[in-house]
């Protein structure tokens, strides 16, 4: 048996693999048309003799139905005239009549009479009354209708035979009277069918409306009687038509064709009997199966033979020629290089076949030699593929320096077949060293290193791709006259071609990779000089990474500016320390400094004066402590100090102290002396606190402590400062609630002329009223507000207020007034001060009869010089006018008054307290006075309690006075009083 072979040898699993097999469904294929007629022929032939059946069926039992509406209507006949003859009364009489009717009838098996109650009262056959009709269907649907009907199938109460019966009503002047009947025995039915000429396994069934078999021919066993309802007959008998065929299967499972007629006995819809005629399939069928055998046969028998001859001609034609084909092509593949196929005189189709795989066979003997050149150059390539992919995973393990180029020479060596590795480094003086090789002995290195000096007349590759930053290539040692002094050594160990590269990290030259190879020019080919730049590249991207690895861990845990530890390491070192005092019973102490007004001397100096100063602290706190301790910069001018294994608290305050004191006074930044003020907070564990957190809050208090003083000393926590920072957030927690809750109000204290002390004005003075605290000095708030941020709201609700009791009053007659609202530093620098302001006034307040007034505290004033004169020109502009209050407890200057935008000066209490007692404050005040006169500016004296006071300041030439001797801050209505009744 021939077996067909694929390429690799083994047989095809196709059924339609093998050129033989293919032959024979081509033929298969053209024989199918014949098929499809062969069963379109039987088709249409099985659909005639389907046809031809039914119609021979359906006429047999038309001929069956005329008969049986023969009868139905005789009987229908003889019970009419009988009911229009007949007394009913007379029951006695009807009896003979009917007897004597039955015997000359003969198919009846009885004929009577039944009252409208349904008792039988005449009968042709004698009974035992009484007899109870009036529940047959006969006796039921002639009573409802009044017509003609048929009953279902029944045993006669009398009789006690099978029977079908019929009622016909008798009607008397419109009364029923009762219902004649004649009873027709089912035998007679089944004579009347065995009369039909059947076919083979045919039957003929007569049923009644109900589906109960009245007859059945050929006549069986248990047929007559029977209910059709839920056999296969089923749908037959629920037909709408009056007659019509199905193909239907029975019990025994065999196809029948049925043909059905459907008889209406009167209008009435149930009175109707069905004849049926069943013929099995195989009978109908039959001839048309017989041609189709016939004919198959036949078609087998041709096709049979029309293969054979097609396997014959196609052994003899294609087959033995492309067995040929395929041994040659088996023999190509077993590397036999020189099978060819012979081209003979057959079929051009194989000859061309032939001549093309011959074809190939020429080019795949030429192309064997190339192919084996770059086996070669590919194992190569595969070498330094597998490396780059190695020294890509030792990149992605994150190892240090060293470690990733020991991992980068041993790959080089152990998987790219390089004989020898080494890269060098260059450190922070500039001095080229290995750092890591792999390979051959280190003898060849050390040689090289001998000339590691950029002054040396014959510099080694590496450090020539170091400094020019390129790489460089030698495909022959013995052929470079550069690489003399090394040629014999590089001999011995086998070295012919090397090549450097640099490595670079951010760009920046900072070594070389050197590759030798026991190969002449292998590093000739292009693509490998590419991959090896790219393995360099690699080598220098992972390099950059541990650079960028070890920064971002510097930066993480060390200020970049000052080089000392943050406060997450400040914090760690904290609680380390702890644990440590803990177990050997030791004391630590805890400073933090932060620089006044540091925010001044950058916006006055610039940022890098403020760093200098900031590197200034830090090299003095760094130099100050001993080894072990530590110093961090917490924030912006912020400074944490860590003094650890101190025997006591003494021990501690003493250390601390002379830290503290030794802090400079001033330090040199952009070229300029800088006066600093630091305040220190300082804690000690165990005294104060037990855990970090708690100890770094109480020294954050005890900071704050010494700023809220104002004094340059340290201030250690205690106590008294716990309870001011509970009590202040106490304070704020409450301030928080206090718009909403609208706990505030305004007062108001009047300013009057120091002459004829006439109220020229009001300051308007904010009081809180908190439910829980009580009266709230503002003193004890305004601070917090400031600190927190609330003093933005807090100060839009109070212009907002002053605005609209300026216009209440002015509705009330009140001109010629000046209404002053203080406003803090943290208002005027926010963003939107002055937008916020034009909202609240919503005018021009210049035209308007009573003035308003920004008052802004000198001290803040001169801290913020640049941003308050753009911002008070701007509200300027709004028709406002502007005071400095507390004049001279700051540090102003002529030249600074000169570029404000303002209208008056306030005087500080402080100096009008003491003005009839200290000649200092006598000279303060006639100074300020004198500088008002001079800028055009008026004076206002705060703090007036004395007459003497008031005499003194009138001497003196100030204006107006402000203080208790004319009134004490009061509610609005009080002082729209004293506003009315001015002179």
Known sequence: ME????????????????????????????????????????????????????????????????????????????????????????????????????????????????????????????????????????????????????????IGSITGIATINFGYPVIKKGDLKGVLFAALPITLLGKKLSALPLQWGQAVILTDSAGTVLARYPFEEGWAGKNLRGSELEPLLNSTGDEGHAMLSGSDEMPRVYSFIKLDLSRDSGNSIFIISGIPASVVYAKADRLLARNLLTSTLIIAFVLLLALLASEKLVLKSVRELVSVTMELGAGKRKSRVRIDGGSEELNWLARSLNAMADALEAREEESERHLTRIARLNRIYAVLSAINSAIIRSMGKDDLLKEVCRIAVEHGSFTLAWAALSDDSGQFYPAAWAGREKEYIDKLMEHMSPDAGTKPLALRAFLEDREIIVENFEKDIKLAPWRDLAARYGYRSVAAFPLRVEGRPVGALSLYSADASFFDEEEELRLLLELASDTSFGLEKIEKERRIEYLSRYDILTGLVNRWVFEDHLDQSLKRAKYSQRVVAVAMLDIDNFSRINDTLG??????????????????????????????????????????????????EKIIGGLPRSVTAAGEEVFI?????????????????????????AMHAAEASGAGSAQYYSQEINLKAQERRGVENELRHALERKEFELAYQPIVNVEDRRIIGVEALLRWNNRTLGPVSPDRFIPVAEETGLIIPIGEWVLKTAVAQALEWEKRGIRDLKLGVNVSVRQIKHPDFCERLERILGFDFGSRA???????????????????????????????????????????????????????????RSFIRDLATDSSSLSMTMGIIAIANSLGLAV????????????????????????FLFSRPAPAKIIESLLMNRP
């Open 940 to 963: 206002v004296a705060e703090g007036v309690e004395t007459e003497e006071q008031l005499a003194m300041l009138n001497d003196l030439g100030c204006g107006s006075a402000q203080g």
């Open 850 to 908: 009573i003035k308003l007034a920004l008052e802004v505290t000198e001290s803040e004033l001169m801290n913020n010089m640049e941003i308050f004169v753009s911002t008070l020109k701007k509200a300027r502009g709004l028709g406002m006018m502007v005071y400095i209050d507390d004049f001279g407890t700051g540090y102003s200057s002529l030249s600074y008054l000169k570029e404000l935008p303002i209208d008056t000066l306030k005087i500080d």
């Open 607 to 656: 940022h890098r004066a403020g760093d200098d100063v900031l590197k200034a602290l830090a090299g003095y706190l760094a130099a100050s402590v001993r080894e072990g301790d530590t110093v961090a910069r917490l924030g912006n001018d912020n400074f944490g100090v860590i003094l650890l294994d101190l025997a006591d608290r003494k021990d501690a305050v003493m250390v601390a």
């Open 3 to 154: 077996k067909t072979v694929t390429r690799k040898g083994r047989a095809p699993d196709g059924l339609l693999s093998t050129l033989r097999a293919r032959l024979i469904a081509l033929v298969l294929l053209a024989s199918l048309p014949a098929l499809v007629l062969i069963i379109y022929t039987n088709i249409e032939q099985r659909r005639h003799d389907s046809a031809e059946a039914r119609a021979e069926a359906l006429s047999a039992i038309r001929h069956v139905s005329m008969h049986q509406m023969d009868l139905v209507q005789d009987t229908e006949t003889l019970l009419s005239v009988l009911a229009h003859t007949m007394d009913a009364e007379n029951s006695p009489a009807l009896t003979p009549l009917l007897t004597e009717l039955l015997r000359q009838q003969g198919i009846y098996s009885n004929i009577g009479f039944i009252s409208p109650d349904g008792m039988i009262r005449a009968s042709a056959l004698p009974f035992k009354p009484p007899v109870y009709a009036g529940n047959r269907t006969y006796f039921k649907r002639a009573a409802e209708t009044l017509e003609f009907s048929i009953g279902d199938y029944q």
């Open 677 to 701: 003020k630091i305040y220190s907070g300082i804690s000690i564990y165990p005294d104060d606190g037990a855990s970090t957190q708690e100890l770094i809050k109480n020294t954050e208090l």
